[in-house]
């Protein structure tokens, strides 16, 4: 149902790199041919992986990523009895050809957020408070650039309205009101934002303030300074707001024995403490808890490996167990957990099943009509992510054992998802 893909992870503008690169973020590319405890200058190349004979994983070298490609799409492709140029609306068979970690957050907010409207008297209703709206607006739903543009917006208007008032006041003490008043005016209202007229355009003389004057500046600088209260308040509200530590594999696997979902953290300086995992899946418009297999549920750590969160079907309790694979509409997972800075780490995903109704609608399929396949419950196994560090194209050891890393995971095998073959029977 998902043939592979062996490409290049390289995909980000030469730009990002720079700038990665400047920060001494990652920008490595290709499989280890030599020991990654060399660093920056450790041989990578094209490449793929491959399982032996003896069940080793092995990394098999090529001069080009296309030949990867070829000999990986040698091994996997779509499930027998499937034409690959059959029309396939629902998506189900198509490959998907990059990590995709931003898709869950997009489906969140496209899909899940838009997909349920409120109707009746009236839609204002449904608030505790018009402040604490306005404030959600600004510190979560409002983008940085459209807030930095309002902040800029807010501060003319600012500036406009204190000439204007100041104009206002000066006439109404008898100066004439024409373009040379509005002009000077301006410039002392700059003074109320903190710039100051006479540092840019000079000394010069000018007559004193009256009262008036004076009460309106005062009023003028009090409200700025409550403005910048409130927007140094937003800056630090938007800059506690969890990061992204961790990211789900785009779609997830479901077989005769088992459903499993993929998630990695996505910087390596960062470890996980007290994890708490929930699965669950709707059935015909039901949802029901899935414990995880072997009676976990939660982990004390996770560091850099990548984590594959498994339910078992075959249990007699499970919610899926004998099921006919259609009647499974969705599935989905939430992790929490407090990283090593101890900052909270808050995540979740939601897979669709190709073959639930949800999914053959047009208003889920525009959704997603200029993307990237939805997140996706596949009818398969997850390919082989891991192996330990070996001489490419040969099951030999490195000489220096004692070398770390071990372990290596390959990200381009992340998103990919080995089909069955179709059956008739398609319980799970």
Known sequence: MHAATAKSPSSISWMERLMRRAWGLPTGEGFYCEHPSKGTSARRAPGYHHISERGNTMMMETATWEEANEAVNKRRKYARGQRENVEDFRREHEQRQNLDLRLHNFTMHNLGMKSVAPEGRSDALISVSLGEDIWHILTVDMSLLRLLLLEVLVEFTFIFIGSVSLAMVAAAEGQDLDSDLLSAKLMLSLTTVRISSDAIFGWAERTPSTKPEIAVLAVLGWAHWLLLS????????????????????????????????????????????????????????????????????????????PMTFKHDITAEDSPLHGLDFAKVSSVSISVSATDNAGNPVMAHAMYYNPKAWLTGRPEFQGTFTNGPPYPRVLRGTYADQIRIFRLPNTEASYEGSSATPVWLYNMDNFHVINPLEEKEDESV
């Not at 707001?241 to 789900?248: H, I």
């Not at 594999?249 to 479901?254: G, S």
């Not at 949802?287 to 560091?303: E, F, I, K, V």
């Open 230 to 305: 409130v927007a140094g308040a937003i800056i630090v509200a938007r800059a506690l707001r969890p990061l992204q530590q961790v990211a789900f594999a785009p779609d997830c696997a479901m077989n005769d024995k088992e459903l499993s979902i993929r998630m990695i953290l996505v910087r390596k300086s960062v470890a996980l403490y007290d994890v708490q995992v929930k699965m669950m899946c709707t059935v015909g418009g039901n949802r029901y808890h899935l414990p995880l297999a072997r009676g976990l549920t939660s982990y004390d750590h996770m560091w850099q490996v």
